[in-house]
């Protein structure tokens, strides 16, 4: 386990083990932009996090399976609108409310809001969400992935969700589509 007090760190990364918990206060800086998860189940708590990278893309690389990488924790502008890039065929579970303001861009895995097994009625993203695949920099496609939704009670998804990817609904709670979608 760990604490980041306002720390700037080139990237985390979780590789060995299962469990391990980030706490966080105040706002915590990856200048590379990203998180590399590879066990299963890490949980970064508290605080908040942005990105240093200049293109403002704060990458989620997960392959961890079951609940992946547990964030309950802010994700926020970085003075320009940063954008949530998830990655890697693993899982992310969003259990706090997100601020930054650049959109969703889920591209392989599944990027989980909230954790209904738990009874747990958390978790939201601002903006438009995309499920597209994406060029993964070596000139291959990964491919669309999924929002699941996986809040207790009834929850509206504010989203615009658009791309060939998927939308699934993992708890026994209530999904609500306020907008038009393009899936």
């Given at each position: 386990?760990?604490a ?13 083990g ?5 706490d966080?206060s ?8 990203g998180?590399?998860v ?7 708590t508290g605080g ?8 403002g ?29 998830k ?5 992310v ?15 392989a ?5 909230g ?9 939201s ?5 995309f ?10 496609f ?6 699941a939704v ?21 708890s026994?709670?209530t ?9």
């Open positions: 386990d760990a980041l007090n306002g720390a700037t760190t080139r990237t985390l990364r979780f590789a060995l299962s469990g391990v918990t980030v966080l105040g706002t915590n800086t990856i200048e590379t932009g998180l590399l590879v066990q299963q189940s890490p949980l970064i908040t996090l942005t990105t240093g990278d200049a293109s893309d704060f990458l989620l690389h997960s392959y961890a399976g079951g609940l992946g990488l547990r964030l309950n924790t802010n994700i926020a502008d970085n003075g320009s609108p940063v954008r949530l890039i990655a890697g065929t693993g899982n579970t969003v259990t706090s409310s997100q601020s930054y303001t650049g959109g969703t861009y889920v591209g895995g599944v990027l989980m809001l954790n209904g097994f738990g009874g747990g009625a958390t978790g993203l601002p903006g438009d969400v499920l597209n695949a994406f060029n993964n920099g070596g000139g291959s990964n491919p669309s992935g999924t929002l996986n809040r207790a009670g009834t929850y509206t998804l504010p989203n615009t969700l658009t791309g060939s990817g998927n939308l699934a609904q993992y026994t709670g999904l609500v589509l306020n907008k038009q979608q393009g899936l």
